[in-house]
T-cell receptor, first 113, second 115 residues
Framework: NAGVMQNPRHLVRRRGQEARLRCSPM?????VYWYRQLPEEGLKFMVY????????ESGMPKERFSAEFPKEGPSILRIQQVVRGDSAAYFC???????????FGPGTRLTVL | GESVGLHLPTLSVQEGDNSIINCAYS??????FIWYKQESGKGPQFIID?????DKRQGQRVTVLLNKTVKHLSLQIAATQPGDSAVYFC??????????????FGQGTILTVHP
């Protein structure tokens, strides 16, 4: 029973490029959450999605960031025109329902040069 | 504001000792609390959770205590082992429309266990 999968594990981008982070939830889970973690800090909520719907995007920056969870395929977190401040670890979690235990993936570590 | 914080950023213990990690939360409406363990380079790993209708819950070598009066949460690890060395985060979840789902994490406590 595979857990939450994220890829790539490490991503290097130059300023101005686009970053695409992918997350496949655990089997049977239809709720996906994205969090960002800066070095030596806790995780900060970004966005909560269900299939084809954004439920809560209160933690998403207003510009350059977008997320989707299509009917088929993984959830995608997209960062356009990356800047150095976007360098962080991005974690995806999934749950079977709202308010249930969230299982985390291994994260994608984004480095912006 | 809504926040979850930790009293001690670092904790060093000897192998075999019991460890206690504390957490304060500010949202009295929170009804679900979770402790996560995060090892270097990995994602958070679920340890134990507790809902607000309980004040204590036990797992294997771990116990979570919830004091709603003072909005305090603690994680107790019995007979701490070197493999317990990691960063420990508490997280809270509170009901209220679409917000019920996102977790609010504390800063984290670094636990170091010396053999």
């Amino acid at each position: 029973n595979a857990g939450v999968m994220q890829n790539p594990r490490h991503l290097v981008r130059r300023r101005g490029q686009e970053a695409r982070l992918r997350c496949s939830p655990m089997k049977g889970h239809s709720h996906v959450y994205w969090y960002r973690q800066l070095p030596e800090e806790g995780l900060k909520f970004m966005v909560y999605l269900q299939k084809e719907n954004i439920i809560d995007e209160s933690g998403m920056p207003k510009e350059r960031f977008s997320a989707e969870f299509p009917k088929e395929g993984p959830s995608i977190l997209r960062i356009q025109q990356v800047v150095r401040g976007d360098s962080a670890a991005y974690f995806c979690a999934s749950s079977i329902g709202q308010g249930n235990e969230q299982f985390f993936g291994p994260g994608t570590r984004l480095t912006v040069l | 504001g809504e926040s979850v914080g930790l009293h001690l950023p670092t904790l060093s213990v000897q192998e075999g000792d019991n460890s206690i990690i504390n957490c304060a939360y500010s949202n009295s409406a929170s009804d679900y609390f979770i402790w996560y363990k995060q090892e270097s380079g990995k994602g958070p790993q679920f340890i134990i959770d507790i809902r607000s209708n309980m004040d204590k819950r036990q797992g294997q070598r771990v116990t979570v205590l919830l004091n709603k009066t003072v909005k305090h949460l603690s994680l107790q690890i019995a007979a701490t082992q070197p493999g317990d060395s990691a960063v420990y985060f508490c997280a809270e979840n509170y009901p209220g429309g679409t917000s019920y789902g996102k977790l609010t994490f504390g800063q984290g406590t670094i636990l170091t266990v010396h053999p």
